[in-house]
């Protein structure tokens, strides 16, 4: 029968049209052309407590050292119409 595929989507944190299309339909389809018989998909991790609690301990840690939490190293991703932008040169 073959070894089994089992995808891990893990940059995914939801369900979203990139797990359930491609990963879920046609990546399934291609492994079947590929003559693999067993092909599975983990689920994300969602609104799973245990990874809700993490974001929000790491949100609780930024806030009580007053550290800004940003992406991108903290390059402005506001737009312009957004004047409180803490990184928007003035």
Same mark, same amino acid.
């Given at each position: ?6 995808? &891990? ?5 939801? !369900?979203?049209? =990139?797990?359930?299309? =491609?990963? @879920?339909?046609?990546?399934? =389809? ?9 092909? =599975?998909?983990?689920?994300? &991790?969602?609104? @799973?407590?245990?990874?809700? @609690? ?5 949100? !609780?840690? &930024? &806030? ?15 737009? @312009? ?10």
């Amino acid at each position: 029968e073959g070894k089994p595929v089992i995808v &891990v989507p893990i940059g995914f944190t939801s !369900e979203h049209s =990139e797990t359930l299309v =491609e990963l @879920d339909i046609e990546y399934r =389809e291609l492994a079947e052309e590929a003559g693999i018989k067993r092909y =599975e998909r983990v689920e994300t &991790v969602g609104t @799973d407590k245990e990874f809700i @609690d993490g974001l929000a301990s790491l949100v !609780e840690q &930024v &806030v009580s050292q007053d550290a800004i939490l940003t992406s991108e190293g903290a390059n402005c991703q506001c737009p @312009d119409t957004y004047s409180g932008c803490p990184f928007r040169s003035a």
